[in-house]
């Protein structure tokens, strides 16, 4: 078949595509990465759920509402709630936050307590300020259901 083109045009016009397709890789827009990527996703979720459980069961401060809980579902259901609501590819289907705690009665202290646990675990595990406060901003409209979903009673002293 003969050529369409002369030679230097066609060469001109290949550069030229080429040029067009490399500027247009350079300036693809990206998705911005979602609260669960930039938490570290899974594993590192799993890493700090885990061990900010393990140590709210034995902290004074926490751990009375830990007695006789099985504590790997636990943390199976959080870092599944916590994944939905970072933008991960997870549902969570497990009980409100009012009637998961109703039994509980947990009163302001052991929230803060617990999210003060939460925060250092975030950081020992390396999640950049940003990520970290992002998350507790989505956590603090828990606390009315949470402490306020038994009535406000205090709990009994142990
Ligand atoms: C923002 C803070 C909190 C979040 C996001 C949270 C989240 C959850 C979730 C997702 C569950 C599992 C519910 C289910 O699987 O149906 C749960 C259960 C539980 N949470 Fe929390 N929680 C928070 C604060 C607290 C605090 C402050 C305490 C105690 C100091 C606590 C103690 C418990 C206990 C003991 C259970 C197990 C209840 C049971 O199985 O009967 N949580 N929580």
Redesign the pocket.
């Known amino acids: 078949m003969p050529d369409l083109l002369p030679p230097c045009v066609a060469r001109c016009f290949s550069a030229l595509l080429l040029v067009a397709v490399l500027a247009g890789c350079a300036v693809a827009p990206t998705a911005p990465p979602t609260l669960y990527q930039r938490l570290g996703g899974a594993p590192r979720l799993e890493l700090v759920i885990g061990r900010m459980i393990d140590r709210?069961a034995r902290d004074p401060r926490?751990r009375r509402?830990?007695d006789g809980?099985k504590l790997a579902?636990?943390k199976e259901?959080?870092v599944t709630?916590l994944c939905s609501i970072s933008g991960g590819a997870c549902r969570?289907e497990?009980?409100t936050?009012a009637r998961?705690?109703a039994?509980?009665r947990?009163v302001a202290s052991?929230?803060d307590?617990?999210?003060n646990i939460l925060r250092e675990e975030l950081d020992r595990a390396g999640v950049d300020a940003g990520a970290k406060n992002e998350l507790l901003r989505l956590?603090a409209p828990?606390?009315r259901e949470?402490v306020g979903g038994h009535g406000g009673a205090a709990a009994p002293r142990s």
Request: hydrophobic share 55%; net charge negative; proline share 4%.
């Open positions: 709210a926490t509402s830990f809980i579902p636990l259901s959080l709630q969570y497990g009980e936050m998961a705690h039994d509980a947990i052991e929230f307590a617990l999210v956590l828990m606390k949470i």
